[in-house]
């Protein structure tokens, strides 16, 4: 069911707040790294990291509205209630403030504030532009019904309208030819670009920002779970389609530059020097703005998720008392804690990327095994184990000759893959459990 003629303007609208909501500073920084590592290889490289960065995100935005849930707790207690809890509290916190949420106006201040003032100010120029960040998203977050009308019709087109001057400019101008792949990208670059766009984090956030989908839609008058799951997957399929062609170009850019620029060492040096090659000092501002329109909104999507789950939880708690915590709390990771807080936040990145993916899934084959609780369980702790182990490697590393052991028993675990055989398995035991208990789990 489609929704109605006219609604559609309305549905364009929130199909650009969840780009924006999507699309950070590492949405930039990512496939331009990609492009000059993959050079001659970057489309191939390219199809891979779309897959991911765009095709997962996707699919984790219509999994929630598919399975018709409230929101991540619900589907997440699938599996058992308690996993439901611990897993949502994890991964709003994980993608919130405690990680994702402070690193927007760090990432911000780096490259679009300090290329303009000297070292010795830098303390206090972060202290000052955080607290303005956090305070324009204060300011945007604390009423999420207007979500849409600041986001998706103000705030994405700005966006879409800079990085299209830099990108557009970059791609009927190139530096040069392309050239020679580097390391993964040379023997297996579409496997390798995959494992780049795990890097987004986009399909954890998926399940996060479908919410804020949802509220929209019910707020245009959406209200039967035919016309939701209509209106998911079309605000859903606006956003990827943003995402693949923004991150096509940036990639062609990144690809094009390392004839004038030589490889750099990150995406922020790329972007960063493309951006004064092309247009000098004014390049430097352009992509200050870009940067900062790209973390604003994410900023924003965040802290109104984090609050509104919260709230859900803790119902005695208000949902503006939660956006003044959640913005204070992410500030001052801003200002004192991001280097300390990314070192924590990473091993349990690794650990929630497959569980997010395998619920995703769970959640479209939820009708062809009956919803069996058995299934869930068996599948989401097969997935766990390996988790645990992509979480403890992250943290901590493996000596040699534990790495080669684990290496042998899940075949993938090197390149990042190594949940995929386990889950399997465990997904098939859970159907032969289902089927000898002879009754819904």
Known sequence: MSAPENQKP?????????????????????????GQQAGSNWLSAMS????????????????IGYSGSRDVQDLASRVTPWYGVAFAAVLYLAIGPLFATPRTATVTFEIGVTPFIGPEHKTMALAIFSAFFFGVTYWLSISPGKLVDRIGKVL???LLATIAVLVGYAAFNPMGELQAAQGGFADRPFVTGVLEGYQTM???ASLVFAIIVIDAARALGVR????????????????????AVVYLLIGYMGATSVAGLGLQE????????TAQHYFGMGGNVLLSAIVFLACLSTAVGLIISCSEYFNRLLPAVSYKTFVVIFTLVSMAFANKGLSGIISISVPVLMLL?????????LAFLNNWFGGSRVVYVCTIFATLVVG?????????????????????????????????LPATAGFVLGLVLKTAIGKKG
Do not use: H
């Not at 990327?353 to 899934?361: G, K």
């Open 388 to 420: 645990v182990l992509d979480a403890w490697k992250a943290a901590f590393s493996f000596a040699p000759e534990t790495a080669a052991l684990i290496n042998s028993i899940f075949p993938l675990y090197d390149i990042g893959m190594g949940w995929l």
């Open 156 to 158: 994405t087109p700005a």
């Open 266 to 273: 990150n995406g922020a040096a790329v972007l960063s020097k």
């Open 224 to 243: 039967n779970r035919a016309q939701l799951l209509a209106t998911t997957t079309v605000a859903g399929a606006v956003a990827a389609a943003c995402l």
């Open 353 to 361: 990327y497959p569980l997010t993916v395998v619920i995703i899934l």
């Open 202 to 204: 986009d399909a954890l």
């Open 48 to 63: 891979g990291f779309l897959l991911t960065g765009a095709g997962l995100p996707l699919l984790g935005v219509i999994a």
């Open 10 to 34: 309305s549905l364009w609208a929130v199909g650009l707040m969840l780009f924006a909501l999507f699309f950070g500073a590492g949405n930039l920084i990512f496939p331009a790294f990609l």
